[in-house]
């Protein structure tokens, strides 16, 4: 075990099946979106990693653009005040919007994020996520495509972190129970 991985419970998705998973939404993405601009929004840090691997599987044009959203605090104080830190750089007015996510956990995040994005009035907007966590959703937002439903558990790696640590990973584990507590976001 390197030093990076000490804190995994245990691997939940293999490097293999991500990047295979990865590949599959790419060639799903690039039919749907064949004959029209595309423009990738990611939202960061998480998604970054998600973002860089899923653009390169896809066979369409697109381009790319970054937010970044403050993290409201534990999920257990579900007040839902999220705030933009780094707004888009361009004008998405009239483009295919697909906004990509590493994960959507009680959904507050997509589901503001949408609402201001819906507002700039894009020609299509719709979400990739990589992952999925239905049983903790507290508020439902339509996601065109999922790469993986996983059950209730804290997830670290491939971009997403625990405190900041584990997103170089190259698969999603599950934090070591050990280190748990506290571990909502
Ligand atoms: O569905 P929700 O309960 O809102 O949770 C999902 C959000 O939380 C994580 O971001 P985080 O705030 O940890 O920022 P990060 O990507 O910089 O780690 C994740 O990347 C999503 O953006
Ligand atoms: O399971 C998770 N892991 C890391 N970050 C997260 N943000 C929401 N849910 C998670
Ligand atoms: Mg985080």
């Known amino acids: 075990m390197s030093s990076a991985e000490q804190g995994v419970g245990e691997i939940l998705i293999p490097e293999a099946d991500v990047r295979t998973r990865v590949a599959e939404l790419g060639a799903e993405i690039s039919a749907d979106y064949a004959g029209r601009d595309l423009l990738l929004v990611g939202v960061l840090k998480g998604a970054v990693f998600f973002m860089?691997?899923?653009?390169?599987?896809l066979s369409v044009p697109c381009e790319i653009?970054?937010?970044?959203?403050s993290s409201y605090g534990a999920a257990t104080d579900s007040?839902?005040?999220?705030?933009?830190l780094k707004d888009l750089d361009i004008n998405i007015a009239g483009r295919n919007v697909l906004v990509v996510e590493d994960i959507i956990d009680s959904?507050?995040?997509?589901?503001?994020?949408?609402?201001?994005?819906r507002a700039r009035k894009?020609?299509?907007?719709?979400?990739?996520?990589?992952?999925t966590k239905p049983e903790r959703r507290e508020i439902e937002v339509p996601?065109?495509?999922?790469?993986?439903?996983?059950?209730?558990?804290?997830?670290?790696?491939?971009?997403?972190?625990?405190?900041?640590?584990y997103r170089n990973l190259p698969y999603i584990g599950v934090?070591?129970?050990?280190?748990?507590?506290?571990?909502?976001r």
Do not use: K, W
Not at 52 to 57: F, G, N, V
């Open 143 to 165: 996601v065109r495509y999922v790469g993986f439903e996983i059950p209730n558990r804290f997830v670290i790696g491939y971009g997403l972190d625990f405190a900041e640590r």
């Open 175 to 184: 934090l070591h129970p050990d280190l748990v507590p506290g571990a909502t």
């Open 107 to 117: 959904g507050l995040t997509l589901s503001y994020l949408m609402r201001s994005l």
């Open 79 to 84: 007040s839902g005040v999220v705030r933009i």
């Open 122 to 131: 894009p020609a299509a907007l719709e979400v990739c996520a990589l992952l």
């Open 52 to 57: 860089a691997d899923l653009m390169r599987t």
């Open 65 to 69: 653009d970054f937010m970044a959203i």
